[in-house]
């Protein structure tokens, strides 16, 4: 095969469906690499998109075509997510004027999250690293990621035990982590393990939240949930990129320190003041009263 393909078209349905079928058919067979597909199951989809459509497309043309898809996909994720999306059905399209997408595009502008990955650990350090009765090591991992599934900044090496917002405090507070802290007006979304403060929107607690109690307990009732649960689809971005990391992270485990409940509340970020708190309050309720007005 050539090193040159020729030009795929993106926007042919026909094209389209048969590669995101051959794509879904190699990741539910296993052919995963991260976030992505294996070298092998790229050729092969090169190869039947060949005989399907004639086109000579490379491995890499393909996977610039996947990472293409996954971007607009998980854009028109986070647009119908807000309030008054103004998404039309029938033509797939968002009629916004130019100042709205301004004002939208100014907000979340990526997702945190820890993650557990196994670690190799010499005995005499591992207590800290060691879930409780496994006799197995993990390191907490702190992953920074922005909407087009691109990680933007990883902390590892921090014990197993360790909470996740205590990582994402001493990362801040160490100056020399060059922790890329958001702008005033923007925000990333964490999770109710991490302080919900200027610059970092946590859900609310003590409602439902995980996208999975929504899918057995029904539909969002309240402002609170229903906050949330937009919360967590656009939040999700993370956890789809944690696919990197999957093999290895167990969300289960038990920790000697105790410290992993997720809805522990954790030391406030040092830098963080009560003014900080109270405008992140004000502003989740902002969308929570917008998005409630609009679902009822």
Not at 233 to 241: C, G, S
Request: glycine share 8%; proline share 4%; charged share 25%.
């Amino acid at each position: 095969m050539s090193s040159q393909g020729e030009r795929a078209n993106w926007t042919d349905p026909t094209y389209r469906k048969y590669f995101i079928d051959l794509c879904m058919r190699e990741a539910n067979n296993g052919n995963r690499s991260g976030a992505t597909l294996k070298p092998t199951a790229w050729n092969r989809i090169s190869q039947e998109l060949k005989t399907l459509t004639g086109k000579s497309i490379t491995p890499k043309q393909l996977k610039n075509g996947w990472d293409y898809m996954k971007r607009q996909y998980l854009t028109w994720l986070k647009l119908t997510m807000t309030t008054g999306h103004g998404y039309n059905s029938t033509t797939r399209t968002f009629d916004w004027p130019p100042e709205r997408w301004e004002e939208y595009l100014k907000d979340s502008i990526g997702a945190i999250d820890g993650t557990l990955i196994h670690a190799c650990i010499p005995i005499d350090k591992q207590v800290p690293y060691r879930g409780r009765g496994r006799g197995e090591c993990f390191q907490n991992v702190m992953a920074l990621c922005d909407f087009d599934m691109i990680f933007r900044y990883v902390v590892v090496g921090w014990e197993g035990t360790a909470h996740d917002s205590r990582v994402l405090t001493e990362t801040i507070r160490n100056s020399r982590n060059n922790f890329p802290i958001p702008p005033p007006d923007k925000y990333y979304l964490v999770d109710a393990a991490y302080s919900h403060t200027r610059g970092f929107m946590a859900p609310y607690r003590h409602v439902r939240y995980w996208l999975g109690d929504f899918r057995s307990g029904g539909r969002a009732r309240g402002r609170e949930e229903i906050l949330n649960h937009a919360h967590a689809k656009l939040r999700n971005v993370i956890e789809l990129d944690d696919a990197l990391f999957a093999q290895y992270e167990n969300d289960e485990v038990e920790l000697e320190s105790g410290h992993g409940n997720q809805n522990h509340t954790a030391n406030a970020i040092n830098s963080s003041s009560m003014e900080d708190q109270n405008y992140m309050r004000q502003l989740r309720d902002e969308i929570a009263n917008q998005l409630f007005q609009t679902s009822y």
